[in-house]
């Protein structure tokens, strides 16, 4: 089974500072890893994926996130923020069960940018 | 290329009605899984249709059952609604690996 641990359920940050959101995984299997972002009343964004190769990965809105498999997590990362970022943040995996792309997600962190 | 469309954007019933969601994937996607997002519970995995067959489900009562059409498109039925049920439902589109585009979702409220 697989399961997803996202430490913050919550990280106020001020704009223009950087922010880190942590996510950790547990699976038995090797695992293709996502975050996305939910703004209110809408559906999820994919903000960047894991699924092999380059353990740094870049996405849009200038978010990034490394996949260390020593530590299990996929911490997401963004050297400043903006207002715009203001929104829940969700982490998730994939690829337990051959052929089926259903996603594992954690519980969401809300991220919230002071002006 | 249009997205992941979901129909209804929002429902109100009465507990013990029933209620079919809808979802049309993005043109040549012939997986489409539902996810059901609370506040407590928060997003969890329904099932998952590929080719109009049911391949994957979640741990839900066999009041949600679901259904995909030839052309993919696929609609999603809840049976003697409780309070419980009233949450955002979740409906993606994939054609592989990490290429899972979500709809806007449909709220079903339940009172």
């Known amino acids: 089974a697989q399961s997803v641990t996202q430490l913050d359920s919550q990280v106020p940050v001020f704009e223009e500072a950087p922010v880190e959101l942590r996510c950790n995984y547990s699976s038995s299997v090797s695992v293709y890893l996502f975050w996305y972002v939910q703004y209110p009343n809408q559906g999820l964004q994919l903000l960047l994926k894991y699924l092999s190769g380059s353990t740094l990965v870049k996405g849009i809105n200038g978010f990034e996130a490394e996949f260390n498999k020593s530590q299990t997590s996929f911490h997401l990362r963004k050297p400043s923020v903006h207002i715009s970022d203001t929104a829940e943040y969700f982490c998730a995996v994939s690829g337990s069960r051959a052929g089926s792309y259903q996603l594992t997600f954690g519980k969401g962190t809300k991220l919230s940018v002071i002006p | 290329k249009a997205g992941v469309t979901q129909t209804p954007r929002y429902l109100i019933k009465t507990r013990g009605q029933q209620v079919t969601l809808s979802c049309s994937p993005i043109s040549g996607h012939r997986s489409v899984s539902w996810y059901q997002q609370t506040p407590g519970q928060g997003l969890q995995f329904l099932f998952e249709y590929f080719s109009e067959t049911q391949r994957n489900k979640g741990n839900f009562p066999g009041r949600f059952s679901g259904r995909q059409f030839s052309n993919s498109r696929s609609e999603m039925n809840v049976s003697t609604l409780e309070l419980g049920d009233s949450a955002l439902y979740l409906c993606?589109?994939?054609?592989?690996?990490?290429?899972?585009?979500f709809g806007q979702g449909t709220r079903l409220t339940v009172v």
């Open positions: 993606a589109s994939s054609s592989g690996w990490g290429e899972a585009f």
